[in-house]
């Protein structure tokens, strides 16, 4: 690839995904809310970017303020509420839905090559919402992701457009700001408080950053055969062995305590978290290990406290 547009750029993702395609001497268009927004990170990447400020429920205005081109990759990552209380929200969540549609319009008038898109392993939940018992308003977030995958591929097609689908699952690494499972732990810790949780029993799986935009680097880079790959580690275990893990890590095991909250009854299947696809399409292979990644964003929140 030489030419991108990210939207979301500031964001947690959206900022790593910059510095991995900069890092392959990719030139990238940045695309941020509006001029308030701290692009201080941004810019210190270098002079192969251009930053570009568009208010989501404005997308279209992105083919008025970006000249066509040979786009390689549009990555659209730009969603509203995608942590906090939001999630819960399906007006804001169907909003994002059609902006991911108006998304596919303008890439296909920029002369993009091919959309990709930010989805959740939690789309497999709400495929059988129907089927539970219990539902969580928070479901509404995954609801909306998988109706929002479903409209894309629809669109894609009517404007001819490749695109592809990238699930994500349980995310961490510096400069995440969303609560993930690993930054509230580690913060806990950090000072010297007790990390509760349920039995934590579920198959989890938990990827550093950087390997996950590795990963949606080479699916832009790559010739793709499918729409939709999961991105993950590879490597399943027992939620209650990777929070072990980091109170070992943070010296601290003993503020770890499993099974203090009841059970959120959240279950995953191994078959969700297959990153063969993605193997098989890009050659793929995570390169930070748990402790690692770990290690690092503790190293990261130590500064922030």
């Known amino acids: 690839m030489k030419k991108v547009i990210v939207t ?17 001497n990719v030139q990238v268009i940045a695309v941020v809310r509006n001029e308030q927004t701290n692009v201080s990170k941004l ?16 997308i279209e205005d992105l083919t008025n303020l970006i000249a066509e081109g040979d786009y390689d990759a549009f990555y ?7 942590g906090g209380t939001g999630r819960a929200d399906y007006s804001i969540q169907l909003m994002n839905a059609k902006y991911s549609c108006d998304a596919v319009k303008v890439a296909s008038k920029l002369g993009c090559k091919k959309i990709l898109f930010a989805g959740t392993v939690t789309e497999k ?10 539902k969580a308003v928070n479901n509404i977030y995954g609801i909306c992701k998988h109706s929002t995958h479903c409209l894309v591929d629809v669109e894609c097609q009517k404007y001819g457009i490749d695109y592809v689908w990238m699930q994500f699952s349980n995310l961490y690494g510096p400069y995440s700001i969303n ?10 810790l950090l000072n010297n408080n007790v990390a509760s949780f349920g039995p934590a029993q579920q198959i989890y799986d938990l990827l550093y950053i950087e390997d996950l935009v590795y990963a949606a680097y080479l699916l832009g880079e790559k010739a793709t055969r499918h729409h939709t790959y999961y991105l993950g ?24 305590k499993i099974g203090a909250r009841p059970d959120d009854g959240t279950r995953y299947e191994n078959s969700w978290f297959d990153i063969s696809l993605l ?23 130590k500064t922030t406290m």
Not at 125 to 134: K, M
Not at 291 to 296: L, M, P, S, T
């Open 233 to 256: 580690s590879g490597k399943l275990r027992i939620l209650a062995d990777y929070l072990k893990e980091i109170g070992n890590i943070c010296g601290k095991p003993e503020l770890i």
């Open 125 to 134: 939940i709400a495929e059988n919402i129907l089927n539970l018992s219990g």
């Open 76 to 82: 659209h990552l730009a969603w509203m509420s995608a």
């Open 179 to 188: 609560g993930n499972i690993v930054g509230y732990t580690i913060k806990e």
């Open 8 to 24: 979301g750029a500031n964001g947690f993702v959206g900022y790593w995904l910059v510095r991995e395609l900069v890092n392959n």
């Open 43 to 58: 810019k210190e990447l270098g002079n192969n970017i251009q930053i570009v400020c568009c208010e989501l429920s404005q």
């Open 279 to 301: 193997i098989e399409d890009t050659g793929y292979e995570a390169r930070v290990s748990f402790e690692d990644g770990v290690k690092r964003t503790i190293e990261w929140m």
